[in-house]
């Protein structure tokens, strides 16, 4: 400035430097400022990036959960639908996700869920839950679940959406169930080993005295409505001495000499007892037998009237004729022997009945059979369980332990 301005006066080199400072000292301002937004710039693209890798965790987290979980949008539709969910219940995401919950599934509108989706979604007592929910899936049956609701809210307190967890307790409900059914059966088995010895007795008595005075009714000039009557006695005592036998049959308290069996064996020759007969009530047969099924410990025999049991049963729910499908199958540690018929099926206030005994609703049953073969199948540290749906059919399951998997 100097070479090229060299006339300058004292005031305007004063000015000039004063300018030189301001331009300076804005640049290094404007410097930095610069640096700081580059600093901000740089902190924002972490925080993103943070963001970015703890949303793909929870992401993450979410998809190897063993509950199943659902997001759903302030509408109601869909947003997230996870692995666990895809797996047990055999619907893949794609199929829900953007889709309102209860238009994908319709059957949750008539089980009440809807009621509970609009306590989620007022948010005010914080989740909600709603336990031992009974839910028929789309494509796994009947499940219980333990529901609970949370509405997710964004910075200004407004419901966004909402996030439901799914427990599915279906398997801890039956143990429940079988637990509570054994222990019930165990007492109902020691009260009638009891009555039945007692009402055994004199019933043999009865029996013998009538079948000795029909044989000297000529000599004692008994009439013929005297014989006749004494014949209705002695069927009648019958009745109750077989009524009595299968009590005793019910609650036996001996151990089981147990071998290995072959459950497919036990089955075809089931089958064979009963083919005829469903051939001529328009029966048709199904049969799936898994082969090369490890053998089970057992008693043929018994297992062969379990599962005659279950056949006959199952033919006198179609008297009209239907189809009788008889599969068996390795399961975990146990090997399954399933009948399933197209019944009428078994209304669901009875199912929780139909190993009790004396409950029956046929005319002419003593309501033993199924109480029997339970005993029979508990001896054998197995399961026998039954589900079923009005107008469809009904289903029975034999579990036995596979020999030497206990």
Same mark, same amino acid.
């Given at each position: 400035?100097? %070479?090229?301005?060299?006339?300058?006066?004292?005031?305007?080199?004063?000015?000039?430097?004063?300018?030189?400072?301001?331009?300076? &000292?804005?640049? %290094?301002?404007?410097?930095?400022?610069?640096?700081?937004?580059?600093? +901000?710039?740089?902190?924002?693209?972490?925080?993103?990036?943070?963001?970015?890798?703890?949303?793909?965790?929870?992401?993450?987290?979410?998809?190897? !959960?063993?509950?199943? @979980? *659902?997001? /759903?949008?302030?509408?109601?539709? @869909? =947003?997230?639908?996870?692995?666990? #969910?895809?797996?047990?219940?055999?619907?893949?995401?794609?199929?829900?996700?953007?889709?309102?919950?209860?238009?994908?599934?319709?059957?949750?509108?008539?089980?009440?869920?809807?009621?509970?989706?609009?306590? @989620?979604?007022?948010?005010?007592?914080?989740?909600?839950?709603?336990?031992?929910?009974?839910?028929?899936?789309?494509?796994?049956?009947?499940?219980?679940?333990?529901?609970?609701? $949370?509405? !997710?809210?964004?910075?200004?307190?407004?419901?966004?959406?909402?996030? *439901?967890?799914?427990?599915?307790?279906?398997?801890?409900?039956?143990?429940?169930?079988?637990?509570?059914?054994?222990?019930? !059966?165990?007492?109902?088995? $020691?009260?009638?080993?009891? #009555?039945?010895?007692?009402?055994?007795?004199? *019933?043999?008595?009865?029996?013998?005295?009538?079948?000795? !005075?029909?044989?000297?009714?000529?000599?004692?000039? &008994?009439?013929?409505?005297? +014989?006749?009557?004494?014949?209705?006695?002695?069927?009648?005592?019958?009745?109750?001495?077989?009524? =009595?036998?299968?009590?005793?049959?019910?609650?036996?308290?001996?151990?089981?000499?147990?071998?290995?069996?072959? %459950?497919?064996?036990? @089955?075809?020759?089931? &089958?064979?007892?009963?083919?005829?007969?469903?051939? +001529?009530?328009?029966? $048709?047969?199904?049969?799936?037998?898994?082969?090369?099924?490890?053998?089970? #410990?057992?008693?043929?025999?018994?297992?062969?009237?379990?599962?005659?049991?279950?056949? =006959?049963?199952?033919?006198?729910?179609?008297?009209?004729?239907?189809? /009788?499908?008889?599969?068996?199958?390795?399961?975990?540690?146990?090997?399954?022997?399933?009948? $399933?018929?197209?019944?009428?099926?078994?209304?669901?206030?009875?199912?929780?009945? %139909?190993?009790?005994?004396?409950?029956?609703?046929?005319?002419?049953?003593?309501? /033993?059979? &199924?109480?029997?073969?339970?005993?029979?199948?508990?001896?054998?540290?197995?399961?026998?369980?039954? +589900?079923?749906?009005?107008?469809?059919?009904?289903?029975?399951?034999?579990? /036995?332990?596979?020999?030497?998997?206990?």
């Amino acid at each position: 400035m100097a %070479v090229a301005r060299p006339g300058l006066a004292p005031e305007a080199w004063s000015a000039l430097v004063l300018r030189g400072a301001f331009l300076w &000292l804005l640049g %290094v301002s404007l410097g930095l400022l610069s640096e700081r937004e580059r600093r +901000r710039r740089r902190e924002m693209v972490q925080l993103n990036r943070d963001l970015t890798e703890q949303r793909e965790r929870i992401k993450e987290v979410v998809e190897t !959960m063993q509950d199943g @979980v *659902i997001v /759903l949008d302030q509408e109601g539709k @869909v =947003t997230h639908w996870n692995r666990a #969910l895809e797996e047990r219940y055999g619907v893949k995401r794609e199929e829900v996700l953007g889709r309102d919950l209860l238009d994908a599934f319709p059957a949750l509108r008539e089980e009440g869920f809807p009621a509970f989706l609009e306590q @989620v979604y007022a948010g005010q007592a914080g989740a909600v839950t709603l336990e031992r929910f009974a839910h028929r899936t789309l494509r796994r049956g009947d499940a219980i679940l333990n529901l609970k609701g $949370t509405a !997710m809210r964004d910075l200004r307190g407004e419901v966004q959406g909402a996030l *439901i967890t799914v427990e599915d307790i279906t398997e801890r409900v039956g143990l429940e169930k079988a637990v509570q059914q054994t222990e019930k !059966m165990a007492a109902i088995g $020691t009260l009638s080993a009891g #009555l039945a010895h007692e009402i055994n007795n004199p *019933i043999g008595i009865i029996a013998s005295r009538v079948e000795c !005075m029909l044989l000297e009714a000529d000599e004692q000039g &008994l009439s013929q409505t005297v +014989r006749d009557d004494l014949k209705v006695i002695g069927k009648h005592a019958d009745r109750v001495a077989r009524i =009595t036998q299968g009590l005793l049959s019910f609650s036996r308290q001996q151990a089981w000499r147990l071998s290995p069996v072959d %459950v497919n064996t036990v @089955v075809e020759a089931a &089958l064979v007892l009963v083919e005829k007969q469903l051939a +001529r009530e328009q029966v $048709t047969l199904e049969q799936d037998l898994t082969p090369g099924l490890p053998a089970v #410990l057992g008693s043929a025999n018994h297992l062969e009237q379990v599962v005659l049991n279950l056949l =006959t049963n199952a033919r006198e729910a179609m008297p009209e004729g239907g189809r /009788l499908q008889v599969a068996t199958r390795r399961q975990g540690r146990s090997v399954e022997v399933e009948v $399933t018929d197209t019944g009428k099926g078994i209304p669901a206030e009875h199912l929780s009945k %139909v190993f009790d005994p004396f409950f029956t609703t046929k005319e002419k049953g003593t309501g /033993l059979g &199924l109480a029997i073969s339970y005993g029979i199948v508990r001896d054998h540290r197995g399961t026998l369980t039954a +589900r079923s749906r009005e107008g469809v059919g009904t289903t029975f399951v034999v579990a /036995l332990p596979v020999a030497g998997e206990r």
